[in-house]
């Protein structure tokens, strides 16, 4: 079946530091999906993207959905201690039901 | 306005005993979704419900059964619990076709 693979799997960063994580597959999906979790809450939609080659602001995230419909990024710009937590890529196959797989999530650690 | 309400938040259960986990959802959204995250793994798809009066297999659904009372609730149902299913549970749900889950704060459910 479909798989996304994300990496990196952890990160510590300085505050202020630029962010970067990516999500491949072998499959091709309709829509990329990037979602932060926060300790014992579910994840929070970020941003979407719904058309090859799409680049996508949202404050300091940015996210791009490959030109090949394989892959996806996302950027943190000047991290804050606040965007500690774990990002999961999510990408939608399928036709009419269109479901949702999950990566295996990025955890982020910012030193202050 | 509370989007996607989950109960209970914690459970913990014996080998052998059966519970139901709500999740019900004022978006009026057709689509609504159970998840599990175990570490390491992500959130992978229990069973999910298209519409009203349909439910569907997702990736895991062994050991347990759902059941879509209406458009606004979606229940999961363990009959017999076993330690393999100490997890976080998460109901989701989905409005336009291609677009974001909306994903509920979780069950913590423990089995022993």
């Known amino acids: 079946g479909q798989q996304l693979n994300q990496s990196p799997q952890s990160m510590f960063i300085q505050e202020g530091e630029d962010v970067s994580m990516n999500c491949t597959s072998s499959?091709?999906?309709?829509?990329w999906l990037w979602y932060k979790q926060d300790p014992g809450e579910g994840p929070v939609l970020l941003i979407a993207?719904?058309?090859?080659?799409e680049l996508t602001s949202n404050g300091r995230l940015t996210a791009q959905f490959g030109i090949t419909r394989k892959d996806s990024f996302l950027n943190i710009s000047a991290s804050i201690p606040s965007d500690v937590g774990i990002y999961f890529c999510?990408?939608?196959?399928?036709?009419?039901?269109?479901?949702?797989?999950f990566g295996k999530g990025t955890k982020l650690s910012v030193k202050p | 306005n509370a989007g996607v309400t989950q109960t209970p938040k914690f459970q913990v259960l014996k080998t052998g005993q059966s519970m139901t986990l709500q999740c019900a959802q004022d978006?009026?959204?057709?689509?609504m979704y159970w998840y599990r995250q175990d570490p390491g793994m992500g959130l992978r798809l229990i069973y999910y419900?298209?519409?009203?009066?349909?439910?569907d297999k997702g990736e895991v659904p062994n050991g347990y059964n759902v059941s879509r009372l209406n458009k606004r609730e979606f229940s999961l149902r363990l009959e017999s619990a076993a330690p393999s299913q100490t997890s976080v549970y998460f109901c989701?749900?989905?409005?336009?076709?291609?677009?974001?889950?909306?994903f509920g704060s979780g069950t913590r459910l423990t089995v022993v």
């Open positions: 989701a749900t989905r409005g336009r076709a291609q677009g974001g889950y909306t």
């Open positions: 499959s091709i999906f309709n829509t």
């Open positions: 993207l719904y058309k090859a080659g």
């Open positions: 999510a990408g939608i196959y399928g036709g009419s039901q269109g479901n949702l797989i």
């Open positions: 978006m009026n959204h057709n689509s």
């Open positions: 419900s298209a519409s009203e009066g349909t439910t």
